[in-house]
């Protein structure tokens, strides 16, 4: 099966072993990204995928699935790219266990996986060896596990020689950097369209879970970008204009107590005007206030 977003690939007679991009964008959304200068979403993974179809294909296949956060895969994979030492700090072996609280298995359990990572230095060729488990546990705390409760459900291994290896950590890292560096100007889009929202509900930290929800996170990846991308342009471009034409069929134009942008003179609702004010020290409309985030 063709992955445009494959990173690196092993095969063997009956085995594959698979990287994969899975990185995202912080959109500064409440399920989906952070409100704070991450420039990766809460959903940015990269995948290790291990197949094998020794007892049967497509559903008799052994699947393990294993996602990192990019910190941790520099976190763990550089130990990886010094195999005399690896030993020494890992006796036995590196382990990374991660418990799942949204995945449920028959409505009590929860899915805990594990990555074991070992160098196997006994063999006629050293190899390392990556094994992904799979089990179920009661869930304890927001993503822990009850250890007494757990259950293995499978396991499935590869064998990787230390060229692969430091092939793999390697250029994954190198593209992670570069990943980053691609997406920087979209995530300061992103950042910029946050602000924007928070400046059009006043700053209001307690109604967040509703003026910054994603309207469109059960959509397609490119459906969410095209709408968003228009939205964003509908909020900055007209709604100033809009704002006006609202007043203005409401008869509350001639009324007495009037705020006005500071820098373009467009009519601005009170609040806004007080909240730009206290934020950035005069009332700024939408537009000037995108143009004063960008400086």
Not at 71 to 96: C, D, M, P, V
Not at 98 to 113: G, Q, S, T
Not at 128 to 148: C, H, L, N, R, S
Not at 240 to 254: C, F, K, L, P, Y
Request: some cysteine; charged content about 30%; overall charge positive.
């Amino acid at each position: 099966m063709i992955n445009a977003n494959q990173l690196f690939k092993a095969g063997r007679k009956t085995k594959i072993f698979e990287v994969s991009d899975k990185l995202v964008v912080n959109d500064f959304y409440n399920n989906t990204g952070f409100i704070t200068s991450h420039i990766e979403g809460k959903m940015s993974r990269i995948k290790i995928t291990i197949v094998d179809i020794s007892k049967g294909k497509k559903s008799n296949a052994n699947v393990g699935e294993f996602n990192f956060t990019s910190a941790e895969w520099r976190q763990h994979t550089k130990y990886l790219l010094n195999s005399r030492n690896f030993k020494g700090i890992f006796n036995k072996g590196l382990i990374i266990t991660k418990a799942n609280p949204y995945k449920k298995i028959n409505n009590v359990m929860i899915e805990v996986k594990s990555l074991k990572i070992t160098f196997e230095d006994g063999l006629d060729k050293p190899k390392w060896k990556f094994e992904i488990i799979t089990g179920m546990a009661k869930p304890k705390d927001d993503f822990g596990y009850d250890v007494k409760s757990y259950k293995e459900l499978k396991r499935v291994n590869f064998l990787l020689d230390i060229i692969e290896v430091n092939s793999m950590v390697e250029y994954v890292t190198e593209y992670i950097q570069l990943w980053k560096q691609a997406n920087f100007n979209k995530f300061l889009e992103n950042r910029q369209a946050f602000s924007i929202r928070a400046y059009e509900n006043g700053y209001d930290e307690k109604s967040i879970n509703s003026w910054n929800s994603n309207k469109n996170e059960n959509k397609t990846k490119e459906d969410t970008d095209s709408n968003y991308n228009t939205s964003v342009q509908n909020r900055v471009y007209n709604g100033d204009v809009a704002d006006q034409s609202s007043s203005t069929r409401n008869g509350q134009i001639a009324q007495k107590e009037q705020y006005y942008c500071e820098d373009c003179g467009a009519i601005l609702s009170k609040k806004n005007a007080i909240t730009t004010k206290k934020s950035f020290k005069k009332a700024l409309c939408s537009n000037c206030l995108k143009n004063n985030l960008g400086k």
